[in-house]
């Protein structure tokens, strides 16, 4: 078993060996290139091979098979006459002497199209031509060959169909052109050759506008041209303009300003081929725009702008001053132009512009910028409270505004084509002065600001006042301006009593009833002093007089003479004070009287010195007593008709008083300590007169008046109580009094009260009853002027019965009635 084993391994190692050695000795072959009648193939050389033999037959097609032997030393052959288009197995076969096939192998591939034929070739690019040729069956595309006459160029191209076009050609340049068809297996031989000319290029054409209703184009000369052709159409219009030249500038004229136009321009060479064209677009440049308005503008720099009318073509817009100033804008028809100085006068025009260039400048407008400043700005005060505010003049002004503000806030301003301005300017101000020149700009942006200060004010509220006999105190309002004052006196020889910042100043130690010429002068750091202020004169108080001697002439005057040490025009006062009143006179000699001294009273008198400017300290004082004083009032009352009982109020230094009431038909007196007394013995409707002597304890008397007393009007007599038929009562009476005297009559009965009323000279009054058989108090009293009843009149009581029972039942059952 294992020899027989070991046998049938070795047998199959011998196998396999075998047959690696036959597979490295098996022969290849590959097709190299095909043609649309011909194939070459290549294969591998076979050990031991003396002939190779390759053989073509058609796979789908009955065509008859095609076979070439080749020698042993060959690789590579090809089969020829085969069918375009057609795919066919290629076998190749290595055989030795014997023909003997030692090994074979196969390849298929298809042949190439059959050849086109080229039908023109033509040139409408000077980079190209194009060739139309015949399209084979079978041709998945095609290649078309280009050579240059002498040989420098050669290339091939791809094309899908005809006609196919050959590019990256030069301009009027010589080629030989043909075409091969090419499917899967590989391409045709070449077609038979032609020739064509590439045609000249296009001009290089320069567009410029030189005005805006020119177009020039300029082109350098091209190879081989002789003729040109230029073609111009304005944008947006369907209209053109042809003409040819064999110049190489042209100029179209006769434009639209700021239009497009778009200019085809063609070189032909001699054969009258028409060569590339090319066209540029050129806009002409814009018309010139029209300045509408120039208008100076305020801000934080001073500057102006300028307005204009958009144009055609226009895109941009540059407006330029005369003195090298200029602002742009792309959108807007203004722009601005700052800084701009003031007191210029310029012009300024506008330019569009657009790719052609700029437009001729528009019409210059002119433009006058705000005017400066004054350089120099003073006030001048020829005379004071009047000034005037001066200034340097200014070029291109028409008129100033001058504005002065006082440092209250207080304005005013003036409107003048001069140099100078008048306003009134106080005393002790501050003013600030400024002055804006005018023209039809407007008015200059900033001004320069001058300060002026007046001179001190003069106070006006100066006042001189007493403090004592020997001091003066000067007050005043402070005044604007002044930051000091001094004080003199010119009786003092102009000695400064007074050098200080408060209103007032006082002058003491002078002399009394002396006049004194008193001067406050303001004073300032800035302006100095002003010594223009009116003295005020003013007197020190009189000196004091001195009492000689006091003289009484009647119950209530005394006469005092005193001393006179004052000038002429001195008032005297003469005081009497005593503990509740005072008392004076007045004189200008040397005595006055003391009049309506209060009674019972003691004064201390002295005398006062007065002038026009004050007083004097009071002289020394000398006593004085009165007699005693009447009492302050006396009342008389009348108790009845015939008595009075009278009282006053006590008198001062009065002990007793004697009380007398004074008639024509008698009088009534009485003596007494007390303050009341009563009298009888008065007549009634009598007018009596009231006197009173008040009586001091040292005897002196005085007489006192005071208003008179009227006793009571007399009571009627002889009052009677009649009834009368016709159920009416009446009262009768005697009157005492003036016979026109009114009366009252006044019943009070039980069951009602009566009223009536007399006429002056009636001596009876009437009254209707109206229930009968009453008792009646009956009172009967004169009437005064008020119609207010009078007197001291007594009633009287009555009874009157009725008529007759009936009468009486009758105003029994009123009154019951009633109830």
């Given at each position: 078993?294992?020899?027989?084993?070991?046998?049938?391994?070795?047998?199959?190692?011998?196998?396999?060996?075998?047959?690696?050695?036959?597979?490295?000795?098996?022969?290849?072959?590959?097709?190299?290139?095909?043609?649309?009648?011909?194939?070459?193939?290549?294969?591998?050389?076979?050990?031991?091979?003396?002939?190779?033999?390759?053989?073509?037959?058609?796979?789908?097609?009955?065509?008859?098979?095609?076979?070439?032997?080749?020698?042993?030393?060959?690789?590579?052959?090809?089969?020829?006459?085969?069918?375009?288009?057609?795919?066919?197995?290629?076998?190749?076969?290595?055989?030795?002497?014997?023909?003997?096939?030692?090994?074979?192998?196969?390849?298929?591939?298809?042949?190439?199209?059959?050849?086109?034929?080229?039908?023109?070739?033509?040139?409408?690019?000077?980079?190209?031509?194009?060739?139309?040729?015949?399209?084979?069956?079978?041709?998945?595309?095609?290649?078309?060959?280009?050579?240059?006459?002498?040989?420098?160029?050669?290339?091939?191209?791809?094309?899908?169909?005809?006609?196919?076009?050959?590019?990256?050609?030069?301009?009027?340049?010589?080629?030989?052109?043909?075409?091969?068809?090419?499917?899967?297996?590989?391409?045709?031989?070449?077609?038979?050759?032609?020739?064509?000319?590439?045609?000249?290029?296009?001009?290089?054409?320069?567009?410029?506008?030189?005005?805006?209703?020119?177009?020039?184009?300029?082109?350098?000369?091209?190879?081989?041209?002789?003729?040109?052709?230029?073609?111009?159409?304005?944008?947006?219009?369907?209209?053109?303009?042809?003409?040819?030249?064999?110049?190489?500038?042209?100029?179209?004229?006769?434009?639209?300003?700021?239009?497009?136009?778009?200019?085809?321009?063609?070189?032909?060479?001699?054969?009258?081929?028409?060569?590339?064209?090319?066209?540029?677009?050129?806009?002409?440049?814009?018309?010139?725009?029209?300045?509408?308005?120039?208008?100076?503008?305020?801000?934080?720099?001073?500057?102006?702008?300028?307005?204009?009318?958009?144009?055609?073509?226009?895109?941009?817009?540059?407006?330029?001053?005369?003195?090298?100033?200029?602002?742009?804008?792309?959108?807007?028809?203004?722009?601005?132009?700052?800084?701009?100085?003031?007191?210029?006068?310029?012009?300024?025009?506008?330019?569009?512009?657009?790719?052609a260039g700029p437009s001729s400048p528009s019409e210059p407008q002119n433009y006058i910028t705000y005017p400066c400043p004054p350089e120099n700005i003073w006030v001048e005060e020829p005379k004071a409270g009047n000034c005037s505010i001066v200034w340097?003049?200014?070029?291109?002004?028409?008129?100033?505004?001058?504005?002065?503000?006082?440092?209250?806030?207080?304005?005013?301003?003036?409107?003048?084509?001069?140099?100078?301005?008048?306003?009134?300017?106080?005393?002790?101000?501050?003013?600030?002065t400024t002055v804006f020149p005018y023209n039809q700009a407007g008015s200059s942006p900033y001004a320069n600001v001058r300060n002026y200060t007046t001179i001190p004010c003069c106070p006006q509220g100066v006042s001189i006042n007493l403090v004592s006999t020997e001091t003066l105190?000067?007050?005043?309002?402070?005044?604007?301006?002044?930051?000091?004052?001094?004080?003199?006196?010119?009786?003092?020889?102009?000695?400064?009593?007074?050098?200080?910042?408060?209103?007032?100043?006082?002058?003491?130690?002078?002399?009394?009833?002396?006049?004194?010429?008193?001067?406050?002068?303001?004073?300032?750091?800035?302006?100095?002093?002003?010594?223009?202020?009116?003295?005020?004169?003013?007197?020190?108080?009189?000196?004091?007089?001195?009492?000689?001697?006091?003289?009484?002439?009647?119950?209530?005057?005394?006469?005092?003479?005193?001393?006179?040490?004052?000038?002429?025009?001195?008032?005297?006062?003469?005081?009497?004070?005593?503990?509740?009143?005072?008392?004076?006179?007045?004189?200008?000699?040397?005595?006055?009287?003391?009049?309506?001294?209060?009674?019972?009273?003691?004064?201390?008198?002295?005398?006062?010195?007065?002038?026009?400017?004050?007083?004097?300290?009071?002289?020394?004082?000398?006593?004085?007593?009165?007699?005693?004083?009447?009492?302050?009032?006396?009342?008389?009352?009348?108790?009845?008709?015939?008595?009075?009982?009278?009282?006053?109020?006590?008198?001062?230094?009065?002990?007793?008083?004697?009380?007398?009431?004074?008639?024509?038909?008698?009088?009534?007196?009485?003596?007494?300590?007390?303050?009341?007394?009563?009298?009888?013995?008065?007549?009634?409707?009598?007018?009596?007169?009231?006197?009173?002597?008040?009586?001091?304890?040292?005897?002196?008397?005085?007489?006192?008046?005071?208003?008179?007393?009227?006793?009571?009007?007399?009571?009627?007599?002889?009052?009677?109580?009649?009834?009368?038929?016709?159920?009416?009562?009446?009262?009768?009476?005697?009157?005492?009094?003036?016979?026109?005297?009114?009366?009252?009559?006044?019943?009070?009965?039980?069951?009602?009260?009566?009223?009536?009323?007399?006429?002056?000279?009636?001596?009876?009054?009437?009254?209707?009853?109206?229930?009968?058989?009453?008792?009646?108090?009956?009172?009967?009293?004169?009437?005064?002027?008020?119609?207010?009843?009078?007197?001291?009149?007594?009633?009287?009581?009555?009874?009157?019965?009725?008529?007759?029972?009936?009468?009486?039942?009758?105003?029994?059952?009123?009154?019951?009635?009633?109830?």
């Amino acid at each position: 078993m294992g020899g027989t084993k070991s046998k049938m391994l070795r047998l199959l190692i011998l196998f396999a060996f075998t047959e690696i050695c036959a597979a490295q000795n098996a022969v290849t072959v590959s097709v190299f290139t095909v043609t649309s009648k011909s194939m070459t193939v290549q294969w591998s050389g076979y050990t031991g091979a003396s002939s190779y033999k390759v053989t073509a037959t058609p796979r789908n097609s009955p065509g008859p098979s095609v076979f070439t032997q080749f020698g042993g030393n060959v690789v590579m052959g090809s089969v020829n006459s085969l069918s375009p288009n057609t795919v066919y197995t290629m076998k190749l076969e290595a055989m030795d002497n014997a023909l003997n096939v030692l090994s074979s192998a196969a390849t298929q591939e298809t042949t190439a199209p059959d050849v086109p034929s080229i039908g023109q070739a033509y040139s409408k690019h000077s980079d190209s031509i194009t060739v139309e040729f015949t399209t084979v069956s079978g041709a998945s595309s095609y290649l078309l060959r280009a050579e240059s006459k002498t040989g420098d160029f050669f290339s091939e191209t791809v094309v899908s169909s005809s006609p196919g076009t050959v590019v990256q050609l030069q301009p009027y340049t010589d080629y030989s052109l043909s075409v091969m068809s090419v499917n899967s297996g590989g391409r045709s031989q070449p077609s038979y050759p032609i020739e064509a000319r590439t045609v000249v290029m296009a001009p290089k054409l320069n567009t410029t506008s030189p005005d805006n209703g020119t177009i020039l184009v300029t082109w350098t000369p091209v190879d081989n041209a002789v003729l040109y052709t230029l073609c111009i159409i304005r944008e947006g219009s369907m209209s053109r303009n042809k003409l040819n030249t064999t110049d190489t500038t042209v100029s179209f004229g006769g434009l639209e300003a700021g239009t497009t136009y778009c200019i085809k321009g063609t070189a032909w060479d001699a054969q009258g081929r028409a060569g590339d064209d090319i066209t540029t677009c050129q806009i002409t440049r814009p018309p010139s725009p029209d300045v509408i308005l120039v208008e100076v503008t305020q801000g934080r720099s001073l500057g102006i702008t300028v307005y204009w009318m958009s144009v055609q073509g226009g895109e941009n817009y540059v407006a330029r001053t005369t003195n090298g100033q200029n602002c742009n804008s792309t959108v807007s028809g203004y722009c601005f132009i700052t800084p701009v100085e003031c007191g210029q006068n310029h012009s300024v025009s506008v330019t569009a512009y657009n790719g052609a260039g700029p437009s001729s400048p528009s019409e210059p407008q002119n433009y006058i910028t705000y005017p400066c400043p004054p350089e120099n700005i003073w006030v001048e005060e020829p005379k004071a409270g009047n000034c005037s505010i001066v200034w340097n003049e200014v070029q291109l002004v028409e008129y100033y505004m001058a504005f002065i503000k006082r440092d209250d806030g207080t304005e005013s301003s003036c409107n003048t084509t001069k140099t100078t301005c008048p306003f009134s300017c106080m005393c002790g101000y501050t003013y600030l002065t400024t002055v804006f020149p005018y023209n039809q700009a407007g008015s200059s942006p900033y001004a320069n600001v001058r300060n002026y200060t007046t001179i001190p004010c003069c106070p006006q509220g100066v006042s001189i006042n007493l403090v004592s006999t020997e001091t003066l105190e000067i007050n005043w309002s402070p005044v604007k301006g002044a930051e000091l004052y001094e004080t003199t006196a010119a009786e003092t020889n102009d000695v400064i009593h007074c050098n200080d910042t408060a209103p007032v100043c006082a002058l003491s130690d002078l002399r009394c009833n002396t006049a004194y010429t008193v001067t406050v002068t303001p004073c300032s750091e800035l302006r100095g002093c002003n010594r223009t202020c009116t003295p005020q004169t003013h007197e020190t108080a009189p000196c004091a007089p001195e009492i000689v001697n006091m003289t009484q002439t009647n119950n209530s005057t005394y006469r005092v003479h005193f001393a006179t040490p004052n000038t002429p025009n001195t008032n005297y006062t003469v005081t009497a004070i005593g503990r509740y009143d005072t008392h004076s006179c007045q004189s200008r000699n040397g005595s006055c009287e003391l009049t309506q001294l209060p009674c019972g009273s003691t004064y201390e008198v002295m005398a006062v010195a007065m002038t026009t400017v004050g007083r004097s300290l009071p002289g020394y004082s000398k006593p004085l007593e009165t007699g005693p004083c009447c009492p302050m009032y006396v009342n008389v009352t009348q108790v009845t008709q015939a008595m009075t009982n009278v009282t006053w109020s006590p008198g001062s230094g009065a002990r007793s008083y004697i009380t007398t009431l004074m008639s024509p038909r008698g009088h009534a007196k009485c003596h007494t300590l007390d303050t009341h007394c009563l009298m009888g013995c008065i007549t009634c409707g009598t007018n009596y007169s009231v006197n009173m002597v008040s009586i001091s304890s040292t005897g002196h008397e005085s007489e006192c008046k005071y208003r008179g007393f009227s006793s009571s009007a007399c009571c009627p007599t002889s009052v009677k109580l009649y009834r009368r038929a016709n159920n009416s009562l009446r009262v009768y009476w005697s009157s005492l009094g003036p016979q026109m005297q009114n009366h009252t009559v006044q019943l009070y009965g039980t069951a009602a009260n009566y009223t009536c009323i007399a006429a002056g000279g009636s001596k009876y009054c009437d009254i209707q009853e109206e229930t009968c058989g009453d008792v009646y108090t009956v009172v009967a009293a004169p009437v005064g002027q008020n119609g207010i009843k009078v007197g001291f009149c007594q009633p009287r009581t009555y009874s009157v019965p009725c008529p007759g029972g009936n009468a009486a039942m009758v105003v029994s059952r009123k009154r019951r009635s009633v109830k």
